[in-house]
């Protein structure tokens, strides 16, 4: 509860949180803090310098794309995205998946930034953003780069995301068919057990199952229901046991929830 | 801004100006109860879960022990202590009152506060809506009923 | 969202006198006005000039020899105060006395570990400084050196030869056994039609988790060597009888004080030893130390609801459903250290055949040791295993036979006519009715168009199931059941204390003995005593809180074991009847007539024949305290009155383990409706009913809140709630992320009934209530086994069935099957 000594900086750039970020290797990017505090707080991680994002409003906002996709600054809230017009009307699965984390007031501060960076394997937005195909736009002192969702995520609480560089925004490509969701958490609406992400396209369906290994896994079918399902089967992942599920559980659940997210995108679920 | 240890803050609670040295490390939580001595705010957890810490922070409804006080400056916070003004309750801690929507009285400013949130944002809500407003909030004591009853009567005038 | 429903026909027992006035009403609560504006004074609120902050270091290992501490590096830094070891504490402090028989009292228990931590979490060393955060930082520094040994969280290993023994001195892991047997078991084996086995029944470990952890602040008096202790500890009878042997001082000395408390559900009983050391370092460091528990601190060490599994277990049944009796073993985890215990292996005979009729029953009880958690008397405190093994076993039993759970029920309840009813074991069930009880329940849940619902949610793919859960709030103990577990204890009986007295300008002022922690009891006793003195509850003002200097207390006063509306509010009337009779005598030597002519009204005392001779409150108030001269010289009137209400208790009969061993008997039946999802194991309880009767319900909205909280804490308990252990005694869900407790999405539609069976023993009828006795456990685990029917026939045989339980019996019915077998007799 009792946090260890800290350094603190409020950024005034982008260009400037990169610097600060650079120049202490034990600096860490303070979003929402709904994940690092907690973490200072049981003291499992004691950064030396904080590099608060909160004042960047070049990281903040929702635009649609000229190609007709949607792109989010890094720092919006998940409030700012439940209650935007343009992820309503653009990706509205987005909006309503982001409405179910945790409760009003974490959701007043956390980013989506943060829930990507932190990749606790719990998370709901890895494996939708992953689904979806976005791209991370990532700042660094050698200028800016573009990773895919699918290669961002490397390891738990571990991304794509330098010590010294900052994920400035993610883009969405248009919608093509439809998106779903589904997750079996412990209690209504609290951490998910085992989640699943389906994009619809063209008869294909692109997955991403959560809470079964470090990062989102990827599975690709066509997309009827029980096909999914099948390819989550024979997938390659080891889920871990722990308190809320064993490992048998678990992968039951990826197959189950797989079918029923493409359900709902195709509109059946 | 060069990192810092300690700053001096400035904050507006409840409509009163304060003005503190704070370590960078100082939740806002433990600025407010122990250096404002506004005690009103609870601690009930150490994982942000339960809300009992619950604030207004500019507007929003926020959980005080995942902020630092540090990143306050400037701020504008409403805490239970400033719901009640010349001695007159709020609507809604009249209306918790009149259903027992409290019993040890320990989440009461955290549900409060989220509750004023909601009713300044929402006025007319459903049930579902009071009770997707109050889930950040953790109750031991009601098992929630009656405060979603007196929610419920706030916001229809009836407290 | 929730609906009240009183039935309209007369439902009273016996006839009660129409009383005018407060009793029976939902009068506004005293605390709400300083609660809503966040004005009460909770522990950590308070400070103190000075104060150093407290941070425990503890164990990280569930079980390991403590060959060194050095607390050298912590002392170098600046802001800290000084620290506390488990070689001062075996130095300056004597073990806790310990409630068990030998060899099991051979336990040594200290506030700090000493040579050997038992339990993850257990405290070794306690570092004081002049902040929070600087006793954090400085209890990083203090270097233990463990050894670890083997560790034991297995209740059913802890007696194996090759076991992990916990506590040296005793020898063994067994804190205290016995066996209980009433009736004649064997022939009513021989008489049964049928038996039923069941192997094995698991109540898990869970607790209430009060939102406020428990904390204290103690202040040491050098030059009388009085402690002031504040804190939330809600049985301050209980801990000075630990702690002032300890401290080798006197009861006195120990003065407990409370103000407001944030929940406490029997959490709160046993933190004697944080305040021990905050006692030591208090007179050591010679200024006041302040402790506040964090969450995680809370989940991992203060304390557990008791773990107890049922094996072996046989019931003999007639061909017409009447169950005759049951046999098994139960085993009960107390953890690391009894404390409290091993009062938990007798308190559950205060309901022995649950409300059930059956004669013959014989239980071998044994409780032993583990590396987890110590348990303390959390809410239902042993009644609610028990309760929840006798329902389970109604519901198997019915399910294997397969019987009507309603008819089962029904026909094995004990009938209202036969009220008061002596159990098996002595004990005395004063007023009920259970079958109405159960019809209400029924009627509330829409038992009518179960099917039809039933049908409807296979339609979606959904298994739809009803279950009912009934239990007992047994209230007001008699402390001389724990002469049955240890025949050389001198406790027996039971006690409460209430002071009043009306002051100089005319203020009634009660002072109460309890410790509520939420429960109204400002409230409620100025309801009792303004119907008793003619003025209003808001004529009376009510102390905040408890404190021992206040001279309004007793051996057992404190708040727990559901017993206010008896023993607190016994106390409260005995004391306002005293003052009412001064009061009287008092007008009457004033006024010059006899006292039996005064009547208390209106806030006055008058004539009851001529209303203008009266003398309100204030006068007499001014004539006792300042203005006393010319009264009669055998006037014995102080205006200041004590009362100590005392159940009529009997010291139990040791050899038969027999006798009345708690006075009232509240009752709750719930019904609950689960919809399972087949796929994933997951569910969600669509409908839910609770009737409650705890007799003559002094305040009815402040008996609905208790019923909605034991409800709540109940479904929690059933549904995700367990503290879970791996097999290195690392504790899995030590805090609210990983312990998942109802949050306001995760409550059923709620209807409540209510009906009033009055009490023949207590003044007004009432019952002490709020335990609950854990029906929504009972009830959800019936439900969870109806849904399963269709879907493999599993038997529900955990308390506890978070999604993936559910889903594992899904997918292997017989290993729940396996553990349930029918002999078929004739």
Request: proline share 6%; hydrophobic share 40%; glycine share 10%.
């Amino acid at each position: 509860m009792l946090l260890r000594q800290v350094e603190y900086a409020r950024a005034e750039s982008v260009a400037d949180a990169v610097r600060l970020l650079g120049e202490n290797s034990n600096a860490r990017p303070l979003a929402g803090g709904q994940t690092l505090v907690n973490v200072m707080k049981a003291r499992a991680a004691s950064p030396d310098v904080l590099v608060d994002l909160n004042g960047l409003d070049e990281l903040k906002g929702i635009r649609t794309t000229p190609a007709g996709g949607l792109e989010l600054g890094s720092m919006v809230t998940y409030t700012e995205m439940v209650e935007s017009e343009d992820v309503g009307d653009f990706r509205p699965r987005l909006a309503e998946v982001t409405s179910t984390i945790a409760d009003v007031q974490v959701r007043n501060r956390g980013t989506l930034g943060g829930n990507l960076c932190s990749n606790d394997p719990t998370n709901h937005l890895p494996p939708l953003m992953v689904a979806m195909g976005a791209e991370m736009t990532i700042a660094g002192s050698s200028g800016e780069r573009t990773v895919p969702a699918e290669d961002f995520f490397l390891g738990v609480y571990l991304t794509a995301v330098e010590p010294d560089e900052l994920l400035t925004k993610v883009t969405l490509p248009p919608p093509g068919g439809g998106d779903g969701f589904a997750a079996v958490t412990i209690g209504r609406e609290g951490t998910c057990i085992v989640n699943a992400a389906a994009v619809v396209h063209d008869g294909e369906a692109r997955l991403a199952i959560g809470c079964v290994s470090a990062v989102p896994v990827v599975v690709r079918a066509s997309s009827e229901p029980e096909a999914a399902a099948a390819a989550v089967t024979t997938a390659d992942f080891d889920p871990p046991t722990d308190v809320h599920a064993s490992a048998g559980y678990r992968r039951r659940l990826a197959e189950v929830l797989a079918r029923r997210a493409v359900q709902q995108a195709i509109g059946v679920g | 801004m060069d990192p810092v240890t300690g700053k001096t803050i400035a904050v507006n609670v409840n409509g009163d100006q304060y003005e503190r040295e704070v370590e960078a490390r100082q939740l806002l939580v433990h600025f407010l109860r122990d250096d404002l001595e506004l005690t009103g705010t609870h601690i009930g957890c150490d994982t942000g879960n339960c809300g009992a810490c619950t604030v207004i922070y500019d507007g929003t409804a926020i959980k005080s022990c995942m902020l630092l006080a540090i990143q306050a400056d400037g701020a504008r916070i409403d805490t239970v202590e400033g719901l009640a003004s010349d001695g007159e309750l709020h609507p809604l801690q009249r209306a918790f009152s009149e259903t027992h929507a409290l019993q040890c009285g320990y989440c009461t400013p955290g549900m409060l506060m989220s509750a004023k949130h909601l009713l300044d944002n929402n006025p007319e809500p459903t049930q579902h809506e009071v009770r997707r407003a109050l889930q950040g909030n953790i109750c031991r004591c009601t098992g929630y009923w009656n405060i979603v009853e007196a929610v419920l009567a706030a916001s229809k005038g009836e407290a | 969202m929730t609906e009240t429903v009183t039935p309209t026909e007369a439902l009273v027992v016996e006839e009660t006198e129409t009383r005018p006035g407060f009793i029976g009403q939902s009068v506004p609560r005293k605390e709400d006005r300083r609660l809503v504006q966040g004005e009460g004074i909770f522990i950590d609120d308070m400070k103190r000039h000075g104060m150093g902050f407290v941070h425990f270091v503890r164990s990280p290992y569930a079980h390991a020899r403590i060959v060194s501490v050095d607390v050298s590096k912590a002392l170098e830094l600046d802001g800290v105060y000084g620290t506390l070891t488990g070689d001062e504490v075996a130095i300056q402090t004597d073990p806790y006395f310990e409630l068990t028989v030998p060899p099991g009292n051979e336990i040594k228990d200290y506030c700090l570990a000493v040579g050997k931590a038992h339990y993850m979490g257990e405290p070794v060393a306690a570092v004081v400084a002049a902040t929070r955060d600087l006793a954090r930082d400085a209890a990083e520094l203090v270097e233990v050196e463990y050894e670890p040994l083997p560790v034991l969280v297995d209740p059913e290993r802890a007696q194996d030869a090759d076991a992990p023994v916990i506590h040296e001195d005793p020898g063994s892991n067994v804190v205290w056994s016995g066996l209980f047997s009433w009736g004649e078991i064997e022939s009513a084996m021989a008489e049964a039609d049928h038996v039923v086995r069941i192997q094995r029944l698991h109540f898990d470990r869970f607790s209430s988790t009060p939102l406020e952890c428990s904390g204290g602040l103690v202040e040491f008096d050098r030059p009388t060597g009085q402690w002031h202790i504040y804190s939330n500890n809600q049985f301050p009878g209980f801990a000075a009888i630990m702690m002032a042997p300890a401290l080798r001082t006197g009861i006195d000395k120990l003065r407990f004080i409370s103000h407001d408390i944030g929940g406490a559900f029997g959490n709160k009983i046993c933190t004697h030893p944080q305040l021990t050391a905050c006692c030591l370092l208090a007179r050591k460091l010679k200024r006041p130390v302040q402790w506040t528990e964090w969450r995680t601190e809370q989940h991992m060490t203060n304390t557990h609801g008791n773990e107890r599994v049922f094996l072996d277990v046989e019931v003999p049944v007639k061909a017409d459903g009447t169950m005759l009796g049951f046999r098994c073993r139960a085993i009960d985890d107390c953890g690391a250290y009894p404390r409290y215990e091993p009062l938990g292996c007798i308190i559950w005979s205060q309901v022995t055949p649950g409300m059930y009729r059956w004669r013959h029953i014989e239980i071998d009880f044994t409780q032993i040791c583990t590396n987890k958690s110590p348990v303390g008397p959390n809410r239902g405190y042993s009644r609610m295993q028990h309760l929840w093994f006798t329902e389970r076993v109604i519901d198997i039993v019915a399910h294997e036979l397969d019987l009507d759970p309603v008819e089962v029920r029904k026909r094995n309840y004990i009938r209202s006519d036969e009220m008061p009813y002596e159990t098996p074991n002595g004990c005395v069930y004063d007023s009920g009715d259970y079958s109405k009880m159960l019809d209400m329940a029924l009627e509330l849940i829409g038992y009518g168009v179960l099917e039809e619902r039933r049908a409807e949610a296979a339609e979606r793919g959904k298994l739809l199931g009803l279950g009912i859960g009934s239990t007992l709030d047994s209230g007001t103990n008699n402390f001389g059941q724990s002469q049955l577990l240890n025949p050389e204890l001198q406790f027996s009986g039971n006690n409460e204390v209430a002071t009043i007295k009306l002051d100089l300008l005319g203020e009634v002022v009660i002072t109460l003995g309890t410790v509520p922690q939420g429960q109204g009891h400002e409230t409620v006793a100025s309801q009792v005593a303004a119907e008793i003195l003619g003025c209003t509850p808001d004529d009376i003002h009510v102390r905040v809180g408890h404190d021992t200097y206040w001279n309004s207390h007793s051996g057992f006063s404190g708040t727990y074991a559901s017993q206010f509306a008896v023993t607190g509010l016994g106390a409260v009337k005995g004391a306002a009847e005293k003052l009412a009779e001064e009061m009287r005598r008092l007008a009457a030597a004033v006024l010059g007539c006899p006292a039996d002519d005064i009547e208390l009204a209106g806030g006055m005392a008058r004539m009851r024949d001529n209303r203008e001779a009266a003398l309100p409150f204030m006068a007499l108030g001014a004539i006792i305290n300042v203005n006393n001269a010319g009264l009669p010289e055998d006037l014995d009137v102080t205006l200041n009155a004590r009362y100590v209400y005392r159940p009529p208790f009997q010291v139990p009969d040791k050899e038969r383990k027999f006798g009345n061993l708690t006075l009232t008997y509240a009752s709750q039946i719930h019904a609950c409706l689960v919809e399972v999802d087949p796929e994933t194991g997951a569910y969600e309880i669509v409908n839910y009913a609770a009737v409650d009767d705890c007799g003559k319900r002094i305040h009815p909205q402040i008996v609905e809140g208790q019923v909605h909280g034991a409800t709540a804490q109940a479904i929690g308990a059933a549904t995700h709630e367990t503290f879970a252990y791996d097999e290195d005694g690392n504790l899995l869900t030590p805090n609210f992320y990983d312990y998942h407790v109802p949050h306001a999405l995760d409550m059923p539609p709620l209807h409540a009934g209510y009906l009033e069976s009055p009490s023949p023993f207590t003044a007004y009828g009432a019952k002490g209530m709020g335990e609950g006795g854990g029906a929504g456990i009972h009830a959800v685990c019936a439900a969870l086994q109806d849904a399963m029917r269709a879907a493999g026939n599993q038997i529900v045989h955990d308390s506890c069935n978070p999604p993936w339980r559910v889903w594992e019996m899904l997918q292997d019915p017989e290993s729940t099957r396996r553990l349930v077998s029918v002999e078929e007799r004739r």
